[in-house]
């Protein structure tokens, strides 16, 4: 059974997924122009083994939501570049592997994680319109969260 949202606004937000090139910097780009500096929001990866996708960077643009300048980061280079994940008053993880990394770092930190089920675009649709069509979809799955959420 999934937790009630939380309706308080936390100063801090940070998104993850699988590999912080997708949902993750969709999410980031969404609640930063929804809130502007008013909230600290990053996103990571479980890993970084991939560059920003090209498709969510077209969705995202169609919005007014620059992402083409975004680089993907894993969780342990934040961690390693002096990012504590634990600064963070809320984790937002996108899919299960982001669920269950949160939930390791966050054992023994007060600190929220939510899970935010987010389909997965990619590899979904033939043509490049049915791939546009599936970010469209995760995009305005996030945006419907945020929404919510924030």
């Known amino acids: 059974m999934e937790k009630p949202v939380k309706t308080d606004v936390p100063g801090s937000v940070l998104f993850c997924c699988d590999h912080n090139s997708v949902r993750s910097p ?6 930063k ?25 077209a969705v995202c643009q169609e919005i007014g939501v620059e992402l083409s300048r975004h680089r993907v980061r894993s969780m342990d280079e934040m ?3 002096g990012d504590d994940l634990e600064s963070y008053d809320l984790i937002v993880a ?7 990394r949160a939930l390791e770092f966050t054992r023994f930190a007060a600190l929220d994680v939510e899970y935010w089920p987010i389909i997965d675009p990619t590899g979904l649709g033939d043509s490049r319109e049915d791939k546009l069509a599936a970010y469209r979809q995760a995009r305005d799955q996030i945006a419907a969260r945020i929404k919510e959420r924030f």
């Open 94 to 100: 996108l899919s299960p592997a982001s669920q269950r």
């Open 33 to 57: 122009q929804k809130v502007g500096q008013s909230i600290y929001v990053q996103s990571a990866g479980v890993r970084n083994d991939l560059e920003i996708d090209g498709f969510c960077v």
């Open 26 to 31: 969709m999410a980031e780009g969404l609640l």
């Open 79 to 81: 961690i390693e570049w």
